[in-house]
């Protein structure tokens, strides 16, 4: 079982990356791919592991930290067991390594939760230069 983050890079001030999170096999263990909420944290130099969104099973709700509200946008395609993450209008405040995780869906009462979250991505780098 595991969680595959990719699309990281270097963009320049105001411009836009999209992230994916790739589940391997159909299913974690006996749950499918759909039973899971999916959320991306971030982890910049010298600062703790941040919430910056989660997405709900079937995309219905999508979930943002105040800080990439409005510019950034969580979609997924269960039939591929992948979530994206399109980042738009970065800034170098946005640099860091970007983190996917997921949890079953009736276990992340509190999406901005890492300590719900089961199975973790290795995650990408995200530089967003001035």
């Known amino acids: 079982v595991q969680l595959q983050a990719s699309g990281g890079g270097l963009v320049q001030a105001g411009g836009s990356l999209r992230l994916s999170c790739t589940a391997s096999g159909r299913t974690f263990g006996t749950y499918p791919f759909t039973e899971y909420t999916v959320g991306w944290f971030r982890q910049a130099p010298g600062k703790e592991r941040e919430f910056v969104s989660a997405i709900s099973w079937n995309g219905g709700s999508t979930y943002y930290a105040d800080s990439v509200k409005g510019r950034f946008t969580a979609s997924r395609d269960n039939a591929k067991n992948t979530v994206y993450l399109q980042m738009n209008s970065l800034k170098p405040e946005d640099t860091a390594v970007y983190y996917c995780?997921?949890?079953?869906?009736?276990?992340?009462?509190?999406?901005?939760?890492?300590?719900?979250?089961?199975?973790w991505g290795q995650g990408t780098q995200v530089t967003v230069s001035s």
């Open positions: 995780a997921a949890g079953l869906v009736h276990t992340i009462v509190v999406v901005s939760s890492q300590r719900l979250y089961d199975y």
